[in-house]
């Protein structure tokens, strides 16, 4: 019996010496706050030497026990380690003869969280004990977009709690962040802004339309502005600053309308005047959950009480004001007084109170004061209108030097009187208007000069009735001269047999991969995704990260490439090129010859990667984005050594990138610049200097435990 015991105590000997070595080489992950409450996460060890079932790592479940050896469920939470160490004692002392020598130890001390709503992997996470609200999200795999950062919920047995998240995060102070305890459950609600179904959508579109959650915070804008929404209301903020954040308003807004709703109470806001004094006693209060409303601008229509109006054959028709003394002269005379075309013989004078009166100015003129002059008062109207000529005159009767010709696509081509007071306007209201079919954009005008030759004109009808302008924008006319209304192609996406009345300097032309390559009628007030749509758009093996504008100038040529992919990304309209007619769009197809595609414009990817090869490459894209491109590393690359060769003109360098580093503390100022025409290096695991040493160092370690082992025999 005595040679039994003491062989038995030579074996605990020789253990405990083995696991004195190994705790010398591999230290205990996390050490034990002998004050500290086990929970639920907490990871134990039971060292009872020369019991194979014990000797390693015990995790305490979620109800707060650990499966122990020969007892079973043994419930620990709670306890601090030295109350769990002896109540285990007494438990394994009805089973064991001798368990002085059992010793637990806490290496790992964690929170298990339940992390539950707007998060990617939701479920039970189990962080360090020193861990936060964040390191919970990040373990759940981070945040979904349209998760509502100011209304987290922290829900013990004993309460619920609502804090701010983004408060947090524009402070980086973690008073903001309630302490974790296990078996807690974090839950990220979703924005209201993401409505009731469930879609996928980006950053940009959601701030684009408001960033506020909760009514009580925050304000409505809409109308005239360019991103209606409900947005946050901050301290201080008062309604430019609201503006402001809506985008600003649009070029159609009424901003001296602008409608302020406050409860019951809708207040006028006059921007414009504020704009003029800078008082800021103008600016209506701001207070949660207001509405501002910026209405379109409406025709300005005068009027009043000493307003008269005049209307008909006179130069200058509108609404005049009234002063005391003005009679009916004067009131014409302002008007410009009648045209040629007026019919002065048969004046109406619509007063106020609902009376027609007439008068006879030719008469007037001839018989004097004879002919009484009407009295006109504020509130009438003088109509002066168009004489009427029954017999219409041949062209004999009207020479060369008082006519005008218009030809092409009006309702009565033909030759008409011109006088020097009229316009291109009166000429065209003369011939009923353009037809249907007339391509209004592209009017001519025919010149005869002096000197016997005729000078053409180009005018843009279309964009002039559309954006409006100057009188003296319109092309001065004379007698003599021809205006020519050209006929539309009839169908704009299948204009073949128009070509050759269609003129080149009004074409563009598409070829490659769209629904229908062509030549095609095109004019400046049109853009890059007019034509593209009349071509039918790109087709299913279009390459529309590749394609090619050639600019046509008359003595010379620019070259373009468009990623069209990125504007779809990013909406914007700058990244579009400005085509004009004469220039040319080449659409490629997908999977052309990579000899094709210069080696300034890809990047090189060779290693220990999935898919090496030759990628293209934009300054939106990183390392990351490459990776990703070929498959990502495989299980042997060593990603502590990644290497990039930055190449250029003048010199050719390379830097490393510790990619396991960059993934535990992600920083993305620390990824390393990438251009076109560079080539990203992962090496293999093979050829790292580390596992060589390590090879070394794990077998100098396999000996000093074996001679260990024999001294203490």
């Given at each position: 019996?005595?040679?039994?015991?003491?062989?038995?105590?030579?074996?605990?000997?020789?253990?405990?010496?083995?696991?004195?070595?190994?705790?010398?080489?591999?230290?205990?992950?996390?050490?034990?706050?002998?004050?500290?409450?086990?929970?639920?996460?907490?990871?134990?060890?039971?060292?009872?030497?020369?019991?194979?079932?014990?000797?390693?790592?015990?995790?305490?479940?979620?109800?707060?026990?650990?499966d122990v050896p020969e007892i079973g469920l043994f419930a620990i939470a709670g306890q601090d380690i030295e109350s769990a160490q002896n109540r285990l004692r007494d438990l394994l002392s009805l089973m064991f003869v001798d368990v002085s020598s059992v010793v637990l130890n806490q290496r790992e001390a964690n929170v298990m969280v339940n992390v539950m709503g707007y998060v990617r992997e939701p479920g039970l996470v189990t962080i360090p004990s020193?861990?936060?609200?964040?390191?919970?999200?990040?373990?759940?795999?981070?945040?979904?977009p349209g998760a509502q950062l100011d209304r987290f919920q922290l829900r013990s047995e004993a309460e619920t709690l609502h804090f701010s998240y983004k408060a947090y995060l524009d402070s980086g102070d973690p008073a903001f962040l309630p302490e974790l305890s296990s078996m807690d459950t974090?839950?990220?609600?979703?924005?209201?802004?993401?409505?009731?179904?469930?879609?996928?959508?980006?950053?940009?579109?959601?701030?684009?339309?408001?960033?506020?959650?909760?009514?009580?915070?925050?304000?409505?804008?809409?109308?005239?502005?360019?991103?209606?929404?409900?947005?946050?209301?901050?301290?201080?903020?008062?309604?430019?600053?609201?503006?402001?954040?809506?985008?600003?308003?649009?070029?159609?807004?009424?901003?001296?309308?602008?409608?302020?709703?406050?409860?019951?109470?809708?207040?006028?806001?006059?921007?414009?005047?504020?704009?003029?004094?800078?008082?800021?006693?103008?600016?209506?209060?701001?207070?949660?959950?207001?509405?501002?409303?910026?209405?379109?601008?409406?025709?300005?229509?005068?009027?009043?009480?000493?307003?008269?109006?005049?209307?008909?054959?006179?130069?200058?028709?509108?609404?005049?004001?009234?002063?005391?003394?003005?009679?009916?002269?004067?009131?014409?005379?302002?008007?410009?007084?009648?045209?040629?075309?007026?019919?002065?013989?048969?004046?109406?004078?619509?007063?106020?109170?609902?009376?027609?009166?007439?008068?006879?100015?030719?008469?007037?003129?001839?018989?004097?004061?004879?002919?009484?002059?009407?009295?006109?008062?504020?509130?009438?109207?003088?109509?002066?209108?168009?004489?009427?000529?029954?017999?219409?005159?041949?062209?004999?009767?009207?020479?060369?030097?008082?006519?005008?010709?218009?030809?092409?696509?009006?309702?009565?081509?033909?030759?008409?009187?011109?006088?020097?007071?009229?316009?291109?306007?009166?000429?065209?209201?003369?011939?009923?208007?353009?037809?249907?079919?007339?391509?209004?954009?592209?009017?001519?005008?025919?010149?005869?000069?002096?000197?016997?030759?005729?000078?053409?004109?180009?005018?843009?009808?279309?964009?002039?009735?559309?954006?409006?302008?100057?009188?003296?924008?319109?092309?001065?006319?004379?007698?003599?001269?021809?205006?020519?209304?050209?006929?539309?192609?009839?169908?704009?996406?299948?204009?073949?047999?128009?070509?050759?009345?269609?003129?080149?300097?009004?074409?563009?032309?598409?070829?490659?991969?769209?629904?229908?390559?062509?030549?095609?009628?095109?004019?400046?007030?049109?853009?890059?995704?007019?034509?593209?749509?009349?071509?039918?758009?790109?087709?299913?093996?279009?390459?529309?990260?590749?394609?090619?504008?050639?600019?046509?100038?008359?003595?010379?040529?620019?070259?373009?490439?468009?990623?069209?992919?990125?504007?779809?990304?990013?909406?914007?309209?700058?990244?579009?090129?400005?085509?004009?007619?004469?220039?040319?769009?080449?659409?490629?197809?997908?999977?052309?010859?990579?000899?094709?595609?210069?080696?300034?414009?890809?990047?090189?990817?060779?290693?220990?990667?999935?898919?090496?090869?030759?990628?293209?490459?934009?300054?939106?894209?990183?390392?990351?984005?490459?990776?990703?491109?070929?498959?990502?590393?495989?299980?042997?690359?060593?990603?502590?050594?990644?290497?990039?060769?930055?190449?250029?003109?003048?010199?050719?360098?390379?830097?490393?990138?510790?990619?396991?580093?960059?993934?535990?503390?992600?920083?993305?100022?620390?990824?390393?610049?990438?251009?076109?025409?560079?080539?990203?290096?992962?090496?293999?695991?093979?050829?790292?200097?580390?596992?060589?040493?390590?090879?070394?160092?794990?077998?100098?370690?396999?000996?000093?435990?074996?001679?260990?082992?024999?001294?203490?025999?």
């Amino acid at each position: 019996m005595f040679s039994r015991c003491l062989q038995l105590n030579k074996f605990h000997a020789v253990y405990l010496a083995a696991l004195i070595l190994l705790a010398c080489v591999f230290p205990a992950s996390a050490e034990a706050d002998e004050n500290r409450a086990l929970q639920a996460g907490d990871v134990l060890y039971i060292a009872f030497p020369g019991e194979d079932l014990f000797n390693k790592n015990f995790v305490i479940d979620v109800d707060g026990k650990i499966d122990v050896p020969e007892i079973g469920l043994f419930a620990i939470a709670g306890q601090d380690i030295e109350s769990a160490q002896n109540r285990l004692r007494d438990l394994l002392s009805l089973m064991f003869v001798d368990v002085s020598s059992v010793v637990l130890n806490q290496r790992e001390a964690n929170v298990m969280v339940n992390v539950m709503g707007y998060v990617r992997e939701p479920g039970l996470v189990t962080i360090p004990s020193r861990g936060n609200v964040q390191t919970a999200i990040e373990a759940a795999g981070g945040l979904i977009p349209g998760a509502q950062l100011d209304r987290f919920q922290l829900r013990s047995e004993a309460e619920t709690l609502h804090f701010s998240y983004k408060a947090y995060l524009d402070s980086g102070d973690p008073a903001f962040l309630p302490e974790l305890s296990s078996m807690d459950t974090l839950f990220i609600p979703a924005s209201p802004l993401t409505g009731n179904v469930q879609i996928d959508f980006d950053a940009a579109t959601l701030s684009a339309g408001g960033d506020a959650g909760d009514k009580e915070s925050s304000f409505r804008i809409f109308g005239e502005v360019k991103s209606a929404g409900r947005y946050a209301l901050k301290p201080d903020m008062n309604i430019i600053d609201a503006i402001m954040r809506a985008g600003g308003v649009t070029r159609y807004a009424g901003v001296d309308q602008i409608k302020v709703i406050a409860g019951n109470e809708p207040i006028t806001f006059n921007l414009m005047q504020y704009l003029e004094t800078g008082s800021r006693d103008q600016l209506p209060p701001l207070s949660p959950n207001i509405t501002i409303f910026v209405p379109i601008q409406e025709e300005e229509i005068k009027t009043g009480a000493n307003v008269v109006y005049i209307m008909g054959e006179v130069f200058k028709p509108g609404a005049f004001e009234s002063k005391p003394g003005a009679g009916f002269l004067d009131i014409l005379a302002n008007a410009g007084g009648p045209t040629r075309f007026a019919d002065s013989r048969q004046i109406r004078i619509l007063h106020s109170s609902g009376e027609v009166s007439a008068f006879d100015l030719v008469a007037f003129t001839e018989n004097g004061v004879s002919e009484a002059v009407p009295q006109v008062v504020p509130g009438d109207a003088i109509f002066v209108p168009e004489k009427t000529d029954l017999n219409e005159p041949s062209w004999l009767k009207t020479p060369p030097d008082r006519a005008i010709h218009i030809i092409g696509q009006v309702y009565n081509p033909g030759r008409y009187e011109w006088s020097g007071e009229m316009s291109m306007m009166d000429l065209l209201s003369h011939a009923e208007g353009p037809t249907a079919k007339a391509d209004i954009a592209n009017l001519r005008i025919l010149s005869p000069q002096p000197d016997g030759t005729v000078k053409s004109i180009d005018f843009n009808l279309d964009k002039f009735i559309r954006q409006g302008g100057l009188t003296s924008d319109l092309p001065q006319l004379k007698a003599g001269d021809t205006i020519v209304v050209p006929e539309l192609p009839q169908d704009p996406s299948d204009n073949k047999g128009n070509w050759v009345r269609q003129a080149k300097e009004d074409s563009i032309y598409i070829f490659g991969q769209v629904g229908s390559p062509g030549r095609y009628m095109f004019n400046r007030d049109m853009s890059f995704l007019d034509i593209l749509s009349a071509a039918d758009g790109p087709n299913e093996t279009a390459d529309i990260h590749n394609i090619r504008i050639v600019h046509r100038y008359e003595n010379h040529t620019e070259y373009r490439e468009l990623n069209l992919s990125d504007y779809f990304q990013t909406g914007d309209e700058l990244m579009l090129p400005d085509v004009r007619p004469g220039d040319a769009i080449y659409v490629p197809a997908m999977e052309s010859n990579w000899l094709d595609k210069p080696r300034d414009s890809v990047v090189k990817v060779m290693g220990a990667v999935q898919k090496p090869g030759r990628y293209d490459f934009n300054d939106s894209m990183t390392l990351l984005d490459l990776l990703a491109e070929a498959g990502g590393p495989t299980d042997g690359a060593f990603l502590k050594k990644i290497v990039v060769v930055n190449s250029s003109r003048l010199e050719t360098r390379s830097v490393s990138f510790n990619l396991i580093k960059f993934l535990k503390n992600p920083d993305p100022t620390e990824l390393p610049v990438l251009r076109a025409g560079d080539t990203l290096f992962i090496p293999d695991r093979t050829q790292s200097a580390w596992s060589k040493t390590m090879e070394g160092v794990r077998d100098s370690l396999s000996v000093l435990s074996v001679l260990a082992i024999v001294g203490a025999l």
